[in-house]
Structures are given as C-alpha cells and as structure tokens.
C-alpha cells in the first residue's frame, strides 16, 4: 500500500461546480498535513495546510480526520483558474523530512 | 516565504555527462531539499542537503550517483553524475519554513538525457 494516495481523477467540472478530493495516509504517526496545489510545468505551492480542528480559506475547506487517516479538500464556486493538480502532502515530522507527497489530482475546470 | 531560484532552468544533455544544479535562497535556512520529479508523477525526496555535513540520502538514492554540496545556508548545489535517459526528470529544491513549517520550492530544472 503506498503511503499517500489519492483520487486517481482527473476530474473535469463546470465553471461554478463544487468539487472534493480525498486522500488516505498510512503511516499513523503522521504529524503534519498540506494541500498543495501544482500547475502545469510549474513547481508545487503550498495552498493550505490541515489541521485536526478543519480549516477554510475563502472557497477551499479542509478537513482531517485521524482516526480514518483520511484527509479532504473542498473547493466551492470553481473558477477556471483552479485548474491544477492538487497534491495531498503528509509528513510524520515537523522538520521537513519525511515529508510524503500523493500522487496527485488533476482538476479541469471547464467553461 | 523564502525566495528559492535555480539554475539551469533546463538543459538537454548527453548520456554519460554529469549536471550540476544550483539553489540559491534569499534568506538563511537550516534545511534544503533535493526532489525529483519524473514525467506524470508525484515528487520523490532524494536527499536533504545539511550544512556543514554529508547529505542524507533516501532508499534508491546514493551519494555517488546524486552529490550535493552545501556550502553555506542560502546555496546547495546537486549533481547528476554519469546520466542516463532514465533521469530525465525536473530537479527541485525546496526549503523549509514559514509559520506553518511546511516546505517550498524552487522553479525546478528539467533535464533532458538524450
């Protein structure tokens, strides 16, 4: 089983659609927990990080839920802009490493 | 967040030959990274670059294939020794920091071995 994984996507929605993306981790011990999100021929940039209480910033909601080892991002209103892969990032400690990215998600938001 | 460039942006190269690539960060950190990303996959860490120290490498990444330097705390260099097709990838460094200790990346070198 790997250690992050997420929906295999892609996913194509309409202009205004809300869309959501999970991500399961395996390794218990995991501490810290990011969204990021990465464009075409572009490095990844950190969108949010998740923390157990759940956590919004504008349009995108995050959620964790440690028991299920389970974590979601939720984007609301999608704009053309949000298309992206969107990398689900767990990390078992809090100085960098050991930091394990997902496989990714790829949206297309479509007019 | 730090300020992260690199350089070559890309390169083509022949096999056999070895690239080095630069990081360079606008601000003093304690740790870089060295991440490689193959065409239509995730990142994958290769080694964290210490200073004034050897690198840490990752399984399935060793010191003579991946030689990193950190000289300082704003510059590590990697380099691709002996390349093959097979590390056709992008190269990114990261950092890491910010109120939220996550990390942060530079713009990536893609690297082409014909």
């Known amino acids: 089983r790997k250690e992050v994984e997420q929906d295999p996507g892609p996913f194509n929605v309409p202009e205004g659609a809300t869309v959501a993306f999970n991500c399961t981790y395996s390794?218990?011990?995991?501490?810290?927990f990011f969204w990021y999100r990465q464009d075409c021929r572009k490095e990844p940039k950190l969108l949010m990080s998740?923390?157990?209480s759940g956590n919004e910033d504008g349009r995108f909601t995050a959620q964790l839920n440690r028991a299920s080892q389970y974590i979601s991002l939720l984007i609301r209103d999608s704009k053309l802009s949000d298309s992206a892969t969107y990398l689900c990032?767990?990390?078992?400690?809090?100085?960098?490493?050991?930091?394990?990215f997902g496989p990714g998600t790829r949206l297309s938001v479509l007019p | 967040s730090a300020v992260i460039s690199q350089k070559p942006s890309r390169d083509i190269c022949q096999r056999g030959t070895s690239l080095t690539i630069q990081c360079q960060v606008d601000?003093?950190?304690?740790?870089m990274f060295w991440y490689r990303q193959q065409p239509g996959q995730s990142l994958t860490l290769i080694a964290t670059?210490?200073?004034?120290?050897?690198?840490?490498?990752e399984s399935g990444f060793v010191i003579d294939k991946f030689p990193i330097s950190r000289p300082n705390l704003t510059f590590s260099t990697l380099t691709v020794s002996n390349m093959s097709p097979e590390d056709s990838s992008i190269y990114l460094c990261?950092?890491?920091?910010?109120?939220?200790?996550?990390?942060?990346f530079g713009p990536g070198t893609r690297l082409l071995v014909l």
């Open positions: 998740v923390y157990s």
């Open positions: 990261s950092v890491q920091g910010g109120l939220q200790e996550t990390q942060y």
């Open positions: 601000s003093q950190v304690t740790m």
């Open positions: 390794n218990s011990a995991s501490q810290s």
């Open positions: 990032v767990v990390g078992t400690d809090n100085y960098g490493q050991n930091f394990v």
């Open positions: 670059a210490n200073q004034g120290s050897e690198a840490t490498y």
